[in-house]
């Protein structure tokens, strides 16, 4: 579990292709405090660490993983949020976020408000529906409110802080994103189902 505050940004170091995608991915954290098992959110995704350094981990990547999320678009010196796992007794600073991804959002639109950067995302149909005028999203992993929705699009806003300790000062309109919707958005649209 995560709650979407992103604490480091890690640089891909090395992909490789073995049964599965095996990424290397360098890090600020203390490599000595991670076990081996630990889940680290990676632009939302949670991933189990598999391999220690240093300054790095890797994981591995399923092919499953890589159909629902913009994982395929990984190359060396990209630069990927990270979130380690909450523990007991941490600060929920953003939302529960799982790291489960359910689908990408596109970036269809920024533009300047101020210091800050407003940008538009269209989700797939199937997921619009969980997303809410002051409801949370991740978005690659960073717990976000959404300002306003219509239809299937849907804008958040960036101020410098987020932009400046995230990947998010380099969006760019055309971009995948990988979004998670709101645990508590997916079960009352659940419960309203079934009522």
């Known amino acids: ?9 890690g640089e891909i170091r090395a992909i490789t292709q073995r049964g599965d995608l095996r990424a290397r991915i360098g890090t600020g954290y203390e490599t000595g405090h991670i076990d081996i098992g630990a889940s680290i959110a990676c632009d939302g995704v949670c ?11 890797e994981v591995d990547v399923s092919a499953e993983t890589i159909s629902k999320t913009n994982l395929s678009g990984w190359r060396a010196a ?4 990270l979130e ?4 007991v007794g941490d ?23 101020g210091d800050s950067t407003r940008v538009t995302l269209r989700a797939p149909d199937a997921l619009a529906r969980f ?24 804008g958040v806003n960036f101020i410098p802080h987020t932009k400046q300790v995230t990947t ?28």
Do not use: Q
Not at 133 to 152: D, F, H, Q, R, W
């Open 47 to 57: 991933l189990t660490v598999v391999a220690l350094g240093s300054d790095w981990f």
């Open 131 to 154: 997303i809410a005028p002051k409801g949370s999203v991740a978005l690659n992993g960073t717990s976000l409110t959404v300002n306003e929705v219509e239809g299937c699009d849907f």
């Open 84 to 87: 380690r796992a909450l523990r």
């Open 168 to 195: 998010w000062g380099g969006v760019a309109p055309g971009d995948l994103v990988n979004l998670e919707i709101d645990t508590l958005a997916r079960y009352v649209a659940r419960l309203a189902e079934m009522g």
């Open 1 to 9: 579990m995560f709650t979407g505050i992103i604490t480091d940004v």
């Open 91 to 113: 600060e929920l600073g953003g939302h529960i976020v799982s790291g489960h991804v359910d689908g990408l959002a596109e970036v269809v639109e920024l533009r300047e408000e």
């Open 78 to 81: 990209k630069r990927v949020n």
